[in-house]
């Protein structure tokens, strides 16, 4: 793998391409590409906290999924994937970070059916952007729009026009975030997974093909065990959704959040609520180790 720009460097972003790392303007991909022409790719979205990748298993094993799905070769090995993205966080420095990897199915003229041809590999790490004390005292705004998506919501790909325009219809309705319903039924975010408290039960709709198998959704279920809350994964009515005492949601780069507001209606007391708050600071105790083994 070539360098264009030395390791040492500490920069705070750097972005890499089939084999070199470039300053993030300089990235260029062909416009022949299936990931611009297509959307024919998969991609993944890593947090790294004082220079530690968080969950990075995790992470590698959905992009081994969502490539086999498709049907796009995996280009590299779990233990390749796991030195090229953490050369890259190296090279940004300790600061916390968001890495996007994607993979897509190559360059080829157009033509729908697949190409024999290698697979694009392009990825760039970033500073990760904080979450807002506001956003933590007062919790998130949300809408509820119909999920407009088809029925691989499971692969993780860059096809995100769907997702893309539900959060602008969220933004231009002056809200964060847009949950969505299918069939009368809660999915997820337009980019986060959702969870309810109903009766002091945390519940989140079962991962199937309709909602992406978020690794922090995961990572929230086994600490909320760990704290001894009651948690369930069962579909979620929209009637559950609007009369729930808290709703949050939860991404990797935002990790969990309280939303307090649906539909302009108060949810619940209309505050960010104890369960939310308990699954936070665990969340957030194990951001702080990650932290602290990078000092250490
Ligand atoms: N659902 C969707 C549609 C998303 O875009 C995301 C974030 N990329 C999530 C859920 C959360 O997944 P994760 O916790 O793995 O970031």
């Known amino acids: ?114 190409p024999d041809v290698e697979p694009t590999v392009f990825c760039l790490s970033r500073p990760l952007a904080e979450t807002s004390d506001q956003q933590l005292d007062q919790g998130l705004v949300a809408i509820t729009t119909a999920d407009i998506r088809w029925d691989y919501c499971h692969a993780k790909t860059t096809s995100l026009i769907a997702n893309v325009m539900l959060r602008q219809q969220a933004v231009d309705a002056g809200a964060d975030e847009a949950l969505l319903l299918r069939d009368g039924l809660l999915t997820e975010g ?7 408290v109903v009766r002091g039960e945390l519940l989140t709709p079962t991962a199937g093909e309709q909602l992406l198998h978020g690794i922090t959704r995961e990572r929230i279920l086994q600490l909320a065990r760990q704290q001894n809350i009651p948690v369930a994964e069962r579909s979620v009515s929209e009637q559950q959704l609007r009369r729930a005492d808290e709703i949050c949601i939860s991404s990797s780069t935002k990790g969990i959040l309280p939303v307090t507001r649906l539909d302009d209606v108060a949810v619940g007391e209309g505050t960010p609520g104890p369960v939310w708050h308990a699954i936070w600071q665990a969340y957030q105790a194990e951001i702080a180790q990650l932290r602290k083994g990078a000092a250490g």
């Open 1 to 114: 793998m070539n360098s264009q720009v030395p390791a040492g460097d500490s920069l705070l972003e750097m972005a890499w391409v089939n084999g070199e790392f470039v300053a993030p303007a300089a990235a260029k991909v062909s416009a022949l590409d299936r990931g611009f022409i297509f959307g024919d790719a998969v991609y993944e979205v890593v947090p790294a906290y004082g220079g530690n990748l968080f969950l990075l298993q995790s992470h590698l094993q959905r992009l081994a999924r969502s490539l086999e799905i498709t049907r796009i070769r995996n280009p590299y090995s779990d233990e390749q994937w796991g030195d090229l993205l953490q050369g890259l966080v190296d090279r940004c420095g300790n600061h916390d970070q968001s890495v996007y990897l994607q993979v897509t199915r190559g360059v080829a003229p157009r033509d729908h059916a697949f």
């Open 190 to 196: 337009s980019a986060s997974n959702a969870f309810v």
